[in-house]
């Protein structure tokens, strides 16, 4: 009889478990969306084509989209983990590049705002003459894009790039967008140039260099 008893109540513990488990439901979300919104001097920047990079294993584009009037893009529900997000866009004459890496959590939303000029740096120029700080000297930044280097003319050059004049210390100093090439030239008038070099700046970093217009 005491056999019984404890079959019956063993019965009963194990249909009021299976009853139980009906109610129980688990949503677990091991991924979460990302939308990315691009600035230029505080207005959206519209039809600009980003590609979507996982940072582990293969080097193939995942994923492209092409911002909205918005400046926003969006690329839906992705694994969590990191990406690599790049895109280019001309704004004012000046070619940008952006690259940001970006992490995905599980569950979660991921809003972010990138602004182009946030991927800019600096370049500090001081000019001489032989061994001797020589100022007023106008500056010509140029930009390796493919519409500058189809530019014969020196005054062509001067209307598309950057320019600057030394003060009398023989100082000036630029912002240029990061991680694209840009020849340096100084000049007196405008129908000629002198060719110096090219540099290029990195992120949010001050570059320093001397130019000497004797060589």
Do not use: W
């Amino acid at each position: 009889m005491r056999k019984l008893y404890i079959i019956i109540l063993l019965a009963i513990s194990i249909i009021a478990c299976n009853d139980d488990s009906k109610d129980i439901k688990v949503n677990l979300r091991d991924s979460g969306t990302l939308a990315i919104t691009l600035n230029h001097q505080g207005a959206a920047v519209s039809d600009v084509r980003f590609k979507l990079y996982p940072m582990l294993g293969e080097d193939a584009v995942l994923d492209e989209a092409v911002s909205d009037e918005n400046g926003m893009v969006d690329f839906g529900l992705l694994n969590s983990g990191s990406y690599l997000i790049e895109a280019e866009t001309t704004q004012g004459g000046l070619k940008y590049r952006i690259s940001q890496v970006l992490q995905v959590l599980s569950g979660s939303d991921k809003n972010v705002t990138l602004d182009t000029e946030d991927y800019m740096g600096t370049l500090n120029v001081t000019t001489y003459s032989g061994s001797d700080i020589e100022g007023n000297v106008k500056l010509l930044f140029l930009q390796r894009t493919e519409e500058n280097n189809n530019l014969d003319n020196f005054s062509e050059k001067l209307e598309a790039g950057v320019k600057a004049t030394t003060d009398e210390d023989g100082r000036a100093s630029v912002t240029m967008p990061s991680e694209i090439y840009f020849d340096i030239y100084f000049y007196t008038s405008s129908e000629d140039g002198n060719y110096y070099y090219y540099y290029q700046v990195d992120r949010a970093d001050d570059k320093n260099i001397s130019i000497d217009i004797d060589d």
